[in-house]
């Protein structure tokens, strides 16, 4: 008869490493379910107007400041730009010395211009589809009211306050204790609260700064 394998034993509950008989629970609400086909669709929920308003006017904001803080005041381009373009682009001859294209891209104004080229286009298309959405909801009474998502900022805004916390208290308790203590209490946080979590949210800290 041949010696049973470890990893055979393994297949019944009395030869696991650890205690089957508790089931494990979390103080975590239950994820809903989510299909694999949503994962990436973009639904505009109810504070999408007020939301959209505040990135279009931020957007604006950018684009008025772009005139007179990004250097645009001091470019430097060829008198002749349509010319310079279309010698770069081998469609016409340019007696004399040219000016590296790239001297150009390296001027201060470039990446801001063409990051407004997107940024600006996009908001204004968005905060016109969040009108028409807003609009229809109003139109068959739906709610339209921003309070749950102005929630869900808000209660991110309680890890930004744990992060801050954590990079005041590194330079008084050090970078192994302060870890050491916002792990474990961030795994507290999060539900796992039991001995064993605990314990390996002390272990995966120290594992982290070692």
């Not at 950018?62 to 373009?85: C, E, K, S």
């Not at 990079?167 to 507290?188: D, H, K």
Request: glycine share 6%.
């Amino acid at each position: 008869m041949t010696k049973p394998v470890l990893d055979d034993l393994l297949l019944f509950d009395e030869a696991l490493p650890f205690d089957t008989t508790g089931a494990f629970k979390s103080e975590c609400p239950p994820d809903k379910k989510v299909k694999v086909e949503n994962l990436f669709k973009f639904n505009r929920g109810h504070g999408d107007l007020p939301v959209s308003i505040v990135a279009a006017v931020i957007a604006m904001f950018f684009f008025v400041a772009f005139w007179t803080q990004a250097g645009w005041l001091d470019r430097d381009i060829p008198i002749n730009a349509g010319t310079y373009f279309a010698y770069q682009l081998g469609l016409a001859d340019i007696d004399g010395r040219v000016t590296r294209f790239g001297r150009i891209l390296k001027q201060s104004w470039v990446v801001p211009m063409l990051c407004l080229l997107v940024l600006v286009p996009a908001a204004l298309w968005n905060l016109r589809a969040s009108f028409k959405v807003n609009k229809w909801r109003k139109r068959f009474m739906l709610p339209t009211s921003a309070y749950f998502e102005l929630t869900k900022y808000a209660a991110a805004l309680e890890f930004v306050a744990y992060f801050i916390g954590y990079t005041l208290l590194v330079p008084w308790l050090g970078y192994l204790v302060s870890t050491m203590i916002f792990g474990s209490f961030l795994t507290w946080r999060l539900g796992y609260r039991t001995r064993t979590w605990t314990l390996r949210g002390v272990a995966c800290s120290f594992a982290i700064v070692i």
